[in-house]
């Protein structure tokens, strides 16, 4: 019934499936051995939490890069965020896949927040190295979605980070290549999109371990950094009638 009430939002949105549809839009729960004792609970601690928060005006939708806005990122959560009655719905090691089953499982269900900000599509890339096209549909999925159950809110949709130390590495490639597809998601009301990738590169676009020590997650500082650049944008979406 989930399934056939996400294809008729999407045929709605104009989203249609082939008959051989790929991974990415695949809805299911994280099955990863070193996920399956935190995955679940995470997911109804937040439902949980969702439901004590008198308002949620702002979520953070994404996979560990946005989960360590939990860790690394704290202090500037605390900063920039907390006050805004915000909802971190990172979860490390997520799929386009499990962003969709966790939004048909009630993540957003029953809250009516102005901004939510989504990143997603880096697992893809590192776990399967999904085509860009896959991951950039399970991303127009996900957007589909929360067209349909928040109507009235507003998508900041990032560029997915930057990860490898060059241009060349194959991964960043492929990262490259789903952003070039999804920042066309845009349409200047509903999805807004937005690339800060420039600040955590050189000039030579080279990814430095002093930036992200694994050439994936940003380092601790790296958080206010990111904060920094979305802050305009935020404000501006959160502030518009």
Known sequence: MKKLFLIVCLLFTGVTFSASEPLSIQAQVHSAKWAV????????????????????????????ITHAWEDKGKQV???????????????????????????????VAGIDPKLLVLMIGTNNTGHRQDKPEDT??????????????????????????????????????????INNIIKDYADGKYVHYLDI??????????????????????????????????EPTITALMDAK
Do not use: C
């Open 197 to 230: 990738n420039h600040l955590f590169l050189d000039e030579n676009g080279k990814l430095s371990e002093s930036v992200m020590q694994d050439l994936l997650h940003p380092n601790k500082d790296q958080y206010q950094v990111w904060a920094n650049a979305m």
């Open 37 to 64: 004792e935190w995955w679940m609970p995470r997911h109804q601690e937040k439902l949980l939490e969702k439901e004590q928060m008198e308002n949620v005006d702002l979520v953070f939708l994404g996979d560990s």
């Open 136 to 177: 950039a549909l399970g991303i127009r999925h996900i957007l589909a979605f929360l067209k349909t159950q928040l109507p009235n809110t507003k998508v900041l949709l990032l560029a997915i980070f930057p990860r490898g130390a060059s241009v060349d590495d194959p991964l960043r490639k492929i990262n490259a290549d």
């Open 77 to 107: 959560w605390q900063q920039h965020y907390a006050k805004r009655n915000t909802l971190n719905l990172g979860f490390s090691g997520d799929r386009t896949e499990h962003v969709l089953w966790r939004l048909q499982n009630g993540a």
